[in-house]
T-cell receptor, first 117, second 109 residues
Framework: GAVVSQHPSWVICKSGTSVKIECRSLDFQATTMFWYRQFPKQSLMLMATSNEGSKATYEQGVEKDKFLINHASLTLSTLTVTSAHPEDSSFYIC?????????????FGPGTRLTVL | QKEVEQDPGPLSVPEGAIVSLNCTYSNSAFQYFMWYRQYSRKGPELLMYTYSSGNKEDGRFTAQVDKSSKYISLFIRDSQPSDSATYLCAIGDGSRLTFGEGTQLTVNP
């Protein structure tokens, strides 16, 4: 199956700093990638949809100036959490979409655990 | 009201048991129905998907959809300790997926 990687797998940072998370599709090209956030014992909440070469589409309630998304190539999307605060601590997961005749399937990365002190 | 609601569990069963996981949804426009499995600190992986009402089998797993009741289920037969994970239903509309809260399953040897 298609493989998606994320880097870093975990990061600890001080409040007020910015953190960049990378999402790569390793063996396929993805026009569309998605960013999710998952709090402990809760489900994945879609933050934004990232399309290569265009601006990301953010879900209601997600601050686009705080969560900067760049999808500069067909294999890489980045999420930058700017001026991070403890309430931003969460598990961030990306996915890359593969479209077939049968299905638009999302392949998920392993996630990045962010802890803001 | 949440668009997708899932029985939260947690669920603990003995090895060999039949497991039933359930979700309901509210939006009739949803087009396809998926079940993902997520191990601790990992991303979800797709188990099964279906578009229509009825049953779909894949080995020990059966996905069931009832569009008239807006109800989906995943059945696991002969459950194994390796099935211990969190199971997430996800319902799709175009490219957008809406996930249930997940049910944590533990299969005890």
């Amino acid at each position: 199956g298609a493989v998606v990687s994320q880097h870093p797998s975990w990061v600890i940072c001080k409040s007020g700093t910015s953190v960049k998370i990378e999402c790569r599709s390793l063996d396929f090209q993805a026009t569309t990638m998605f960013w999710y956030r998952q709090f402990p014992k809760q489900s994945l909440m879609l933050m934004a949809t990232s399309n290569e070469g265009s601006k990301a589409t953010y879900e209601q309630g997600v601050e686009k100036d705080k969560f900067l998304i760049n999808h500069a190539s067909l294999t890489l999307s980045t999420l930058t959490v700017t001026s991070a605060h403890p309430e931003d601590s969460s598990f961030y997961i990306c996915s890359a979409e593969v479209r077939t005749r049968a299905l638009n399937e999302q392949f998920f990365g392993p996630g990045t655990r962010l802890t803001v002190l | 009201q949440k668009e997708v609601e899932q029985d939260p569990g947690p669920l603990s069963v003995p090895e060999g048991a039949i497991v039933s996981l359930n979700c309901t949804y509210s939006n009739s426009a949803f087009q396809y129905f998926m079940w993902y499995r997520q191990y601790s600190r990992k991303g979800p992986e797709l188990l099964m998907y279906t578009y229509s009402s009825g049953n779909k089998e894949d080995g020990r797993f059966t996905a069931q959809v009832d569009k008239s009741s807006k109800y989906i289920s995943l059945f696991i037969r002969d459950s194994q300790p390796s099935d211990s994970a969190t199971y997430l239903c996800a319902i799709g509309d175009g490219s957008r997926l809406t996930f249930g809260e997940g049910t944590q399953l533990t299969v005890n040897p």
